[in-house]
């Protein structure tokens, strides 16, 4: 398919459109800034945890914010880029029955957790009450190598994108150059979504 | 029978099998999956009463902690 990508034509075809973002750590902060970056003007952003130190690794957050609640100071991380998007922050703790409620009325949803629990808790969810939802998974984003094994793996309405393999721990810290590729990689189906839509 | 698991065909000595025998012979204990077979995402409550067969192709996707 080929597609005018002059970038005006881009933001008027999305800027209607609504993009859910589930967690706002590593994967979700640096796939939203992208989003807001590209044209990306309604976002849903859900978030229990606040800011830590150890967040400034990789995650679109600062010094002064440590301590406030990931989802507001994302939230205005995000107006600074674009002051005219609209940003709904729920600071809750997502389950299986909140995301559907959350998250039913976007154009596509992506998956922005840390826990491997609550990915398989997304993709169930979405399968069974969000079929028509595009979910965008990260799988296998933790340390620094098998960047060249990163891969998208797609199935009913469902795009993977990650090594599959490398679980972060102690010694596997989630940095932030290899989040931030498949955070992109993630934003970049969000738009090849709505742009084909 | 012949079945493809993860892309690579494999022998099992069996006819017919269940998904729950399956990555009970696979050893796959690892609690967060998402199985398909035939590229349909079977339900965990199905494992027991899903049968593979002879050809089918079978997806065992393990989910990795990290975001």
Redesign the interface.
């Given at each position: 398919m080929t597609l005018c990508l002059n970038f005006n034509f881009i933001k008027e075809k999305i800027k209607n459109r609504i993009v859910g973002i589930a967690?706002c750590?590593?994967?979700?902060s640096n796939c939203a800034a992208s989003l807001v970056r590209s044209g990306i003007q309604n976002l849903i952003i859900a978030d229990f945890d606040l800011v830590s130190e150890d967040n400034l690794n990789r995650q679109f957050y600062f010094y002064n914010q440590i301590g406030q609640k990931k989802v507001f100071a994302l939230k205005e991380n995000l107006l600074k880029i674009n002051p005219y998007c609209n940003i709904v922050a729920y600071d809750i703790f997502l389950n299986f029955e909140n995301i559907v409620e959350i998250f039913k009325n976007v154009d596509v949803l992506v998956e922005?957790?840390?826990?491997?629990?609550m990915?398989?808790t997304i993709?169930?969810a979405k399968?069974q009450h969000l079929p028509n939802v595009p979910l965008i998974v990260?799988?296998?984003?933790?340390g620094l190598f098998k960047i060249n094994e990163i891969k998208e793996?797609s199935?009913?309405n469902i795009f993977?994108f990650?090594d599959?393999?490398?679980?972060?721990n102690e010694n596997n810290p989630?940095l932030a150059p290899k989040?931030s590729i498949i955070a992109n990689m993630q934003a970049n189906k969000v738009l090849e979504l709505l742009l084909n839509k | 029978m012949k079945i493809t698991i993860n892309g690579i065909p494999e022998l099992i000595n069996e006819e017919k099998i269940t998904v729950s025998d399956l990555l009970k012979i696979k050893k796959f204990t690892f609690k967060?999956?998402?199985v398909?077979i035939n590229?349909k995402?079977i339900?965990k409550e199905d494992y027991d009463k899903t049968y593979i067969s002879e050809g089918d192709d079978v997806q065992v996707?393990?989910?990795?902690?990290?975001?």
């Open positions: 967690g750590g590593g994967i979700g922005a957790f840390d826990e491997s629990f990915k398989k993709i169930e399968i990260a799988n296998g984003v933790a793996i199935f009913d993977i990650g599959g393999i490398s679980e972060v989630c989040v | 967060m999956i998402i398909r590229g995402v339900n996707i393990h989910l990795i902690s990290g975001g």
